[in-house]
């Protein structure tokens, strides 16, 4: 990648290995279930997280829609974080081709839903209530920083899903960069839960898909549920070859992303105007704000980054003065520092 771009880690492109594996795929028809290297990838996802099945899904929102539509019916409530992805980012999908009603609690500071405020939102059984039947997590939680969580709350948000009879899902779009930046295993976040999905395309730069994974009553209800929103591929081994090295050979490099993360907001605590709070990096996503006092406007910024520097950053959607760096594969240690060099150039 010529420019640099800070936006996301879904902009990463494939690396040259998976360009080579991806024209060397061995292919079959994946709606028949003939696909050799989308089995495999399924086949190595599942054990990965110690899951009995996997299912390739064109996208996070897909698997996250697959998952919960396999697990809930028309009129059932799903909660979730007011700030999850699955409820602010996936066009309301669950409510529009699911008829899934979404109770939102609050995301904290740290990623978590407090226990409380999930056994509170837990349904009893009356007439008048939606049912409840799944709890939904996000690790990392994106939008309050990339923040992991911990193998202890997701047993303790299981324990409750148990107690009340409930499924738990969890949005793990990022789940190997919370299992890096924790030194955990990722098997060990998940193992308490019925079904989860990750990101193929994000830090681990393939260039297409997610995974889900789960039991395997689940992933058949899924697979259904894949095909009617038009998720069955045919012969997507092509993508597959590049998910196998995704999750073969592009974990352990995640490390790299959170240090390159401190480095540029270290970096970015020096420059006048910028404002960071670096006890917050915890994994690939720095944000930063722009201070009133800053010679320039948000938008003359990115303007200047972009056309001087090639470098591409922008204001986090709904906010005007918070910016949202991500590190991934493409941004590399003398990457962040230009990046530190042309900010500080660009408000001095
Ligand atoms: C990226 C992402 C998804 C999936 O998004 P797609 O664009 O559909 O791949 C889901 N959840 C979270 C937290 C994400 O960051």
Redesign the pocket.
Known sequence: MKVIDLRSD?VTHPTAKMREAMANAVVGDDVYEEDPTINQLEQDAAAMFGKEAGLFVT????G?MAAILAQCGRGDEVILGDKA?TFVYEGGGIAALGSIHPRTVSVQPDGTLPLDDLRRAVRGNNVHFPRTKLISL?NTQ?TVGGMPLSVEYTHAVAEIAQQYGLKLHI?G??IFNAAVAQGVMPKALVEAADSMTF?L??GLCAPVG?VLVGSKAMITEARRVRKMLGGGVRQGGILAAAGLIAIHEMVDRLAEDHQHACLLGEGLAQIPHLQVDLSRIKTNFVFFDLLETAPITPETLVQQLNERCQIRLSPYPGYQRTFRAVTHYWITAERVQRVIGALREILA
């Open positions: 879904t996208s996070g929102t897909q996250n992805h996000e994106g949005d779009a990022r990101c395309s994000k997610s």
